[in-house]
């Protein structure tokens, strides 16, 4: 069994999980499965994406809980972000198809 550790920014945005199988967690983050599998797991998703295709953090930690951001957090945080000098849509395009295609084969 592996333990599953979440890393977190000022906000409390979950930026990065951990598993022990594969990674040693800093002194920092914070433990969230004692009993994982080998691979991180987040509400039921296996490695799961953390941002969303606008660099949106998609989880947050309340203190007791991994929750899912709602659009109306994610849309302040991008309001609040540095802005871009210009996306690159063939970068966007092969993430994103990155992204779909580790889904496939995980079965998920």
Do not use: W
Request: hydrophobic share 30%.
């Amino acid at each position: 069994m592996s333990k599953h550790y979440i890393r977190l920014n000022e906000n409390n945005s979950i930026i990065k999980g951990v598993s022990t199988d594969f990674e040693n967690p800093l002194e920092t983050d914070i433990c969230i499965n004692e009993e994982g599998g080998r691979h991180f797991e987040l509400n039921g998703n296996i490695n799961p994406s953390l941002t969303d295709m606008k660099g949106c953090h998609l989880y947050r930690y309340t203190g007791r809980e991994v929750v899912e951001t709602t659009e109306e957090e994610r849309t302040i945080e991008l309001a609040l972000s540095p802005k871009e000098v210009q996306s690159d849509p063939v970068a966007e395009y092969m993430i994103d198809l990155d992204y779909r295609l580790s889904k496939l084969e995980l079965g998920v």
